[in-house]
């Protein structure tokens, strides 16, 4: 009689499909994997795959969840950084996964928990873009348009590759949009020494 593997606790097995996961979907994409291709990269069947996630969307989302949760310990762990420094960063970061990013937004119009997942992403994203903006002294008035602008950069920046040159340019343009914000904020006026 052949011998029980070891017993395994419920969310190491869930970890080890999620690792096995985001491998093939950083690697290889979303649509090309399959479920029972996830299953054998974690030396589990299909079925048990399907045991603990619903369909591949939910599998998806596990991934993506574990990967912000890193994104934001990187984020935590760079704190005092400069801010073109930390953006820098981030989109270095977020261009390690752009098959995800890309599968995600090609997929959130048919997915509930994909949108879900995506509107919550950007709701924290844009926490920490406003939180910057205060702390560089962008007026509350001004963080709405700020943070909008700042998701568009990097957004443009994941979707039109540059160079490291190019990149930095950009970010320090942003950054110095927004410390002039700050300035003329501050000013006793309200406008610029220029303007």
Known sequence: MPRNRRPQDRE??????????????????????????????????SNTVYWYFKDKDEVLVAVLDALFAQFLAGVAERSAEPPVEQL???????????RLITTVHARVAASESLRVWHDS?????????????????????????MTRIGVFVVEGMLTHANDAAGDRGVVEALVRSARGIAAVAGSPDGRSATG
């Open 12 to 45: 190491e097995k869930r970890g080890e499909i999620v690792a096995a996961a985001t491998r093939l979907f950083v690697d290889e994409g979303y649509e090309p994997t399959t479920v029972a291709r996830i299953g054998r990269e974690a030396g589990v069947t």
């Open 88 to 98: 820098l960063w981030a989109v270095t970061e977020l261009r390690r996964v752009d």
């Open 121 to 145: 992403f950007h709701a924290q994203v844009e926490a920490i873009l406003r939180w910057h903006l205060a702390a560089l002294g962008v007026p509350e008035t001004e963080q709405d348009a």
